[in-house]
């Protein structure tokens, strides 16, 4: 497939459109700067915000939203589920509040966060089985478009298949040239679930990387567009964070140049040059 525009889209599982670049606003603090920030992507053409109750700033992104002006029905919002809601009620009380934080009544993509907080570690997949059977629900009422996962290995997806009766859509996980994921992104691709990549430069740690600049500086591209572009040829819908208005616009001007099979292959030998690689199984929180 070839992909020229921001608003160019994957197809889901189930038949969403997905638009193929996320605005991410993961460490976005809440009010002006997110307030800001999505109002600048919006104006840059992004199409599609990815927001989580963890961080904070729901209120602001939802902001934004409304005043930008934009049709509802030209929008992709994502919101994530968060660890102290995994439970068939608990979920249903967490997405509510999502979506009054938002302004919204209904959200395109759902995720649980992370597959095993702390608080249930030791039933972890009791707990997500619960709250998946809630996100099914919500799915077919219509209250969320596609419903998902973040930070879950192939052991919480195995889990999860075990009960679900809708199979996720989306798993989102921190995947850049550092972190390449290859297990669970192959797991991913057979089971027809789109890999999201969030921090796509690995937050800010590859953009001084020599290798990474070499490449850029052969298409007068930034780094960041580099990065950008990587994912995007692997497959996978990358979600840059940034708060500063030229730089989200840089990171979505990234359809004028492809990257060879050759450089693909030398960016993915960069692993773990950031030494960022986090292992879900062991978050701590
Ligand atoms: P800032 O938000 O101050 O612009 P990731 O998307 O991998 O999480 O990376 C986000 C980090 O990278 C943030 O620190 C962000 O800074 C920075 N960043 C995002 N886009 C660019 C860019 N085009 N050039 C330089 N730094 C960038």
């Given amino acids: 497939m070839t992909i020229s525009s921001l608003t160019d889209t994957f197809t ?29 992507a919006l104006k840059a053409g992004y199409r599609h915000i990815d927001t989580a109750a963890a961080y904070g700033n729901e209120a602001s992104v939802g902001r934004a939203i409304k005043d930008s002006g934009i049709p509802r029905e030209e929008l992709f919002v994502t919101s994530k589920l968060w660890n102290d809601s995994h439970s068939f009620e608990a979920a249903k009380i967490a997405l509510d509040k999502s979506l009054q934080l938002l302004g919204l009544d209904y959200l395109d993509l759902y995720l649980i966060h992370w597959p095993n907080p702390l608080i249930n570690r030791r039933n972890w997949d009791k707990a997500n089985a619960e709250t998946w059977r809630y996100m099914e629900d919500a799915n077919t009422d219509g209250k969320i478009r596609a419903i998902g996962i973040s930070n879950f290995q192939i052991e919480h997806v195995e889990a999860l298949l075990k009960t679900a009766t809708i199979a996720p859509m989306v798993n989102q996980l921190f995947v850049n040239p550092s972190d390449l994921e290859k297990d669970i992104v192959a797991f991913n691709n057979e089971h027809n679930i789109l890999t999201e990549a969030y921090s796509p430069l690995g937050t800010g740690s590859l953009l001084e990387v020599p290798q990474i600049n070499d490449i850029a500086t052969k298409y007068n591209k930034s780094a960041a567009q580099v990065l950008v572009r990587w994912s995007l040829q692997h497959g996978f819908l990358p979600l840059p964070k940034s708060t500063h208005a030229e730089r989200i616009e840089q990171n979505a001007d990234v359809f004028d140049f492809a990257l060879t099979d050759e450089e693909m292959t030398a960016l993915d030998q960069l692993e773990g040059v950031a030494g960022t690689h986090q292992d879900a199984s062991q978050a701590d929180f």
Avoid: C, E, M, R
């Fill in 12 to 40: 889901l599982n189930n038949g969403v459109k997905i638009p193929v670049i996320g605005f991410g606003t993961w460490q976005t603090p809440d009010g002006d700067v997110a307030y800001q920030s999505v109002l600048d």
